[in-house]
């Protein structure tokens, strides 16, 4: 399945040729729907954020608050992730954002779940799910020297 983005009007052209909009989808429905690899990739770069500010705090390069300013990133990064086409996936992805609640940007709160039991025992869950469905998650460590 392709995901188009865009402004409403706007359309864009699938893999077979036909043009998606959102202008094409049912009315009130506004929710994008990606295939595995793309929700596995997306929760990739949410676990590099979480783990090179990890690296970042560990090795002393960067104070707690920036970690924590990272950390708020990743639940914004984790809200806008697609659900996937495979239910399976899609219910870990609710359930790890249900660990995690998405932090305003700006906003003064702490993030809430990262590093938690219950965020690594989901995670864990979507790994596999991801890993079945040959689109495996993988960090890339780019902090440090």
């Not at 359309?11 to 596995?40: K, N, Y």
């Not at 779940?113 to 998650?137: N, R």
């Amino acid at each position: 399945m392709t995901v188009c983005a865009g402004l409403a009007l706007s359309g864009c052209e699938t893999p077979d040729g036909a043009e998606a909009s959102a202008a094409s989808q049912p009315p009130g429905r506004d929710v994008v729907v990606a295939d595995d690899a793309t929700v596995c990739s997306a929760l990739s770069d949410v676990m590099t954020i979480v783990d090179n500010a990890d690296l970042g705090l560990a090795e002393g390069r960067m104070a707690e608050p920036e970690r924590e300013g990272w950390y708020q990133l990743a639940t914004r990064v984790l809200a806008r992730i697609p659900a996937s086409d495979d239910a399976v996936l899609s219910q870990g992805l609710a359930d790890l954002r249900a660990t995690t609640p998405p932090v305003a940007a700006g906003a003064k709160g702490p993030s809430e779940g990262i590093g938690s039991p219950a965020w690594h025992d989901t995670l864990a869950s979507v790994a596999e799910t991801c890993a079945a469905a040959d689109a495996e998650l993988a960090v890339q460590s780019f902090t440090g020297g």
